[in-house]
């Protein structure tokens, strides 16, 4: 998945995890004390401490000197800000954080999936911004502004090989505003469109119906109107006939802990234990589904990765431990504390680590992440990997034709990170994406460099110095040369044989099957 701007800049390795805005005021009483305190306190040296530890007359002290001698003049509003920062740092915690006014705003609108915009979804070109996609019942979409269109100009302003988040904010604006964007479509003139900001509601879920009874849901990130979302979704695709589900949780930041156990109550039964929360004095709080399940009893993938974070691991994690689905992809990313957002009276707002996740089984994310039950690693080949599993089809049948950046399995374009290439007049595959989308797992074994290939009763061990071969623990009398190209392993069109695989070779156009 591609990093897009919605008109306004995310970080999406943050990885926010919220449990609403609480009062947690008491735990600031010591900072405020000491601001006030140096707001009040004269420029007198004052006296250490008799026990030689640093504190809050150190401190004010070192402050005063600061402010009063400096060569640089410092403003006390920089050094109170330094303050607050140093403070934080000291807890080494990447999830605490103090944010300015401006900053909670846009954090606020992110988990509420709202800002003032056009509704377009913007990623970078080369040269003009590229646009993604362009929001229903917005202006843009209103305006006929399309999937592929490049953002010339804003406000008669040229933005080439501007950085995206610049352009970003010279489109957002005040409600009401207008704001001319310079369009640019392949076969037709530029033109201007002059567009009314408004507010604009960015969906958190992605419907799509496959052939074969199997729904897609995708989930960008948990806000407050996503578990509503999510089940309007899952009805309609349950009234066009879904019999199972894929739900895509990959490059999931997270957001609202709570929209994430409304979604997991989807498919457990009421009053099942979605997560618990462990504070410092290990007081736990649990939190328990609530609705009636619509699709309990189905079988459910749920595709993961390594940016799946927070409320996105805490779902899976969930669904993993009741049996009801099954996880695919890699492992996730390991951000399992919640955090408070404590308003200040200053504005902005004070972002704390309060407790740990621990899944129904007692799991500890932290630091760990999820493992899945079925490893793919291959970039864009979770979906077509799900589909097998969900499916159960008779056979594997993939399609290559050299040099091309796409592949078919079982007749579905993928998109080829490493594609097809000939060296020497020897055709090569890339290796994981072949034998992943055959259901297998690969592994390197860094130790010695060996490749471990296994699942479905296959146990192979490739040795790519010197080429041997170790199936099911008998050493094979034929070697297996693989080749190593810029940091990727291929795999010889021929050496498909050696698992078993069905191959031919048509000119440029190499087809493998796998049944099962």
């Given amino acids: 998945m591609q990093e897009f701007f919605p008109e306004r800049r995310i970080n999406i390795k943050q990885n926010p995890e919220e449990v609403g805005v609480i009062e947690l005021r008491k735990l600031l009483v010591i900072a405020l004390v000491l601001v006030n305190a140096v707001v009040l306190w004269n420029a007198e040296p004052l006296l250490a401490a008799e026990s030689g530890e640093i504190g809050p007359d150190t401190f004010v002290e070192v402050f005063n000197y600061i402010e009063d001698i400096h060569i640089d003049s ?6 109170y800000r330094g303050a607050i920062e140093g403070l934080i740092d000291t807890l080494d915690d990447p999830y605490t954080e103090y944010m300015p006014p401006e900053d909670f705003e846009e954090y606020t609108h992110y988990l509420d999936s709202t800002y003032v915009g056009v509704g377009i979804e913007i990623l970078p070109g080369e040269g003009y911004p590229k646009i993604l996609n362009a ?7 209103k ?20 950085p995206l988040d610049m352009v970003v904010q010279k489109v957002r604006g005040p409600e009401g505003t207008t704001v001319k964007l310079t369009i640019r479509r392949e076969g037709r003139e530029d033109f201007v469109l002059d567009l009314v900001r ?27 109107g996503t578990a509503d979302e999510f089940r309007n979704a899952l009805t309609e695709l349950i009234q066009e006939g879904a019999a199972q589900l894929i739900l895509d949780l990959r490059n999931n930041p997270g957001g609202y802990l709570l929209a994430a156990v409304q979604v997991a109550g989807n498919f457990i039964e009421p009053g099942g234990l979605v997560v618990s929360t462990v504070d410092r004095k290990g007081e736990r709080t649990e939190y328990r589904t609530e609705e009636t399940p619509v699709f309990k009893g189905r079988n459910v993938v749920v595709l993961v990765d390594e940016y799946s974070a927070s409320a996105a691991e805490i779902l899976a994690g969930a669904l993993q431990d009741h049996g009801v689905a099954v996880l695919l992809g890699g492992r996730t990313f390991g951000k399992g ?19 740990r996740y621990h899944t129904p089984k007692d799991r500890i994310i932290d630091g760990q992440g999820l493992t899945p039950d079925v490893q793919v690693l291959t970039p864009g080949l979770h979906i077509a990997a799900a589909r097998c599993y969900l499916e159960r089809p ?52 860094y130790r010695d460099g060996s490749i471990k290939i296994s699942g479905s009763g296959l146990d192979v061990m490739l040795y790519p110095d010197g080429g041997r071969v170790i199936y099911n623990g008998l050493s094979r009398p034929e070697t297996l040369q693989l ?8 795999l010889p ?18 087809s493998i099957e796998k049944s099962f």
């Fill in 74 to 79: 410092p403003a006390p509003g920089l050094l």
């Fill in 135 to 141: 929001i229903d019942n917005t202006p843009a979409k």
């Fill in 143 to 162: 305006a006929g502004i399309k999937p592929g269109d490049l953002l010339i100009k804003v406000d008669g302003a040229d933005v080439y090989n501007e």
């Fill in 198 to 224: 408004s507010n604009i509601n960015t969906p958190t879920v992605y419907k799509e119906m496959f052939e074969g009874g199997t729904g897609y849901l995708g989930v960008f990130n948990f806000s407050s």
């Fill in 337 to 355: 504390t919640v955090q408070g957002v404590i308003p200040l009276d200053s504005g902005g707002a004070l972002k704390i680590t309060q407790a």
């Fill in 394 to 445: 008779e056979k594997v049948e993939l399609t290559f034709e050299l040099n091309s950046p796409e592949a078919l399995v079982n007749g579905n374009s993928v998109a080829l990170l490493h594609p097809v290439i000939q060296r020497s007049g020897e055709i090569y595959l890339p290796l994981r994406f072949v034998l992943e989308s055959c259901g297998w797992r690969v592994d390197w074994q």
């Fill in 483 to 490: 080749l190593n190209e810029n940091g990727v392993t291929y």
């Fill in 493 to 510: 069109a021929p050496g498909a044989e050696i698992f078993g695989l069905d191959l031919k070779i048509d000119g440029s156009y190499v």
